[in-house]
């Protein structure tokens, strides 16, 4: 663990956007497009919103809770909503509003064979079939289709790799190694 109880795994997966209904619940924008993780943990670890444009509680007469205890949580639409232990009223669950929502990584239900959590591909090495390094995984990039992943080689002068993450260019992906190969030349 991490500070106050915060995990070291701990992971960004949504934000909370709203309140849903009358009765307390929230509405969250999962940062995925299957949210397993936010729908099957039981805690949601709470940061405020930071950054440009970021989204503020509607008030702070109260400090925004460090934890959340979810009581239910389902999809609707393009979204997560949720109920949460002590979030009893909408104007409670609007005071949330903003909030960045973690899960602990451990909690993350397994992946299915050939599937991988994009947090668990950043980092790992990319080398092509002749073994020379492309880089490491610094991000992906959702193209609707299909994921790009983005291998950053450090250097003089840098070089970055925009690869898609499809079987066709895919050979494998190591885990134990943490290595990524793929079919891919060094000038592409």
Do not use: C
């Not at 991490?2 to 909370?16: F, T």
């Not at 709203?18 to 299957?34: H, L, T, Y």
């Not at 007469?61 to 959340?68: C, D, G, Q, V």
């Not at 239910?72 to 393009?78: T, V």
């Amino acid at each position: 663990m991490a500070a106050a109880g915060w995990p070291e795994d701990a992971v960004e997966v949504g934000r909370i956007a709203d309140a849903w209904g009358v009765k307390g619940w929230i509405k969250v924008q999962p940062f995925s497009n299957e949210p397993q993780a936010l729908l099957a943990a039981r805690h949601w670890l709470l940061k405020p919103a930071d950054g440009p444009g970021a989204v503020r509680p509607v008030t702070a007469a109260k400090p925004l809770p460090h934890e959340l205890k979810i009581t239910a949580a389902r999809r609707h639409g393009d979204a997560v909503v949720a109920s949460a232990e002590g979030v009893q009223d909408r104007s409670a669950a609007e005071s949330l509003r903003g909030a960045r929502v973690f899960v602990s990584r451990a909690t993350f239900p397994p992946a299915e064979t050939d599937e991988y959590y994009w947090v668990d591909l950043i980092g790992l090495a990319v080398v092509n079939r002749q073994g020379e390094p492309l880089g490491t995984v610094a991000d992906l990039i959702d193209t609707g289709p299909h994921t790009v992943l983005r291998a950053v080689k450090e250097g003089d002068p840098p070089s970055e790799h925009l690869i898609p993450f499809v079987a066709a260019y895919v050979d494998d992906v190591n885990m134990a190694q943490r290595r990524i190969t793929v079919d891919w030349g060094l000038d592409y």
